[in-house]
């Protein structure tokens, strides 16, 4: 409860700073007199909530870009496993991926409208470009880092390659690959919404381009905002399912060290010396634990 109250007041203090920059119109270095005020954009939220447009952009976005990152999530992991388990993949493959991975997602606008018969499609596709480098490139080192001994291990008891790929390969390359995925999301964003700008007809980023062009500075802020928000929602929920499925790797959380530091004092009688319990204890035990959980 502690952390997430600091949280909140790190939230509210900003806003804060933010309504007493732009209300009392602060011109040093940067221009704060030209930004709405909070209660501006509150307002204009209010406004946008009650309207269907607003959930129509809302919708239309999250469409496009679940589906272009479930493509790139499926695609990357693919092309990332058989590169770097196959060296004709990488040779056939490999030099083709790296010259088209420093272009940027965006870059491929003219690309998509070129190729697909509609923007929807071609924005998909952006949306898909944009996350699937990371995954692949996440994927691909996270494969090539595990141990050969689990491959030798499955090998001697008469496993396959399929058997290797589903009981060694995928479950040891998932930190890696849900690495990149998070990765891949927060940049989906920023290319769904640029594509919105350019060449989309509803979604936030065609709204708040939309709203710029009129003017409406309190609406381009509410699209921000919209896109923020929904940012955080889909990169919490890839990290979430990457704890899910990774239950079974040691962890360090951040009160580890308190706990053990607990721990210690709770198994350590009042009379025993500064040294604590004895090894051999059943305190000393649980107190070897915790040292050993911070540890890994």
Known sequence: M??????????????GLWQ?????????????????TVTDVARAFGARLSGPDYWTDLTDSLVRILTGFLLA?????????????????????????????????????????LLFP?????????????????????????VRALTPVWEEAVRTMGGGRWRIL????????LPGVFGGLSVGIGVSWICVISAEMISGQYGVGYRTWQDYTVVDYPGVFVGMVT?????????????LLG????????????GTAARA????????????????????????????????????
């Open 2 to 15: 502690r952390r997430y109250a600091l949280r909140a007041a790190s939230l509210a203090a900003a806003l």
């Open 118 to 142: 509609s923007n929807e499609q071609g924005i998909v596709f952006i949306t898909c470009a944009a996350a699937y480098f990371p995954v692949l490139v996440s994927t691909r080192h996270a």
């Open 73 to 113: 999530a499926v695609l990357g992991v693919a092309t990332g496993v058989l590169v770097a388990r196959s060296r004709l993949a990488e040779d056939l493959l490999g030099p083709v991926l790296e010259v088209v991975r420093p272009v940027p997602a965006i870059a491929l606008v003219p690309v998509a409208i």
């Open 166 to 173: 589903g009981s060694v390969v995928l479950p040891g390359a």
């Open 20 to 36: 007493v920059l732009t209300g009392k119109d602060v011109d040093l270095w940067l221009r704060f007199s030209q930004f709405p």
């Open 243 to 254: 704890r899910r499925l990774t239950r079974w790797l040691p962890r360090t959380a951040y």
């Open 261 to 296: 530091h607990r721990a210690d004092r709770r198994a350590t009688p009042a009379s025993a010396p500064a040294g604590g319990t004895p090894s051999g204890a059943p305190g000393g035990a649980r107190t070897q634990e915790a040292r050993d959980e911070h540890l890994v």
């Open 227 to 239: 896109i923020g928000v929904l940012g955080w929602l889909t990169s919490t929920a890839v990290e």
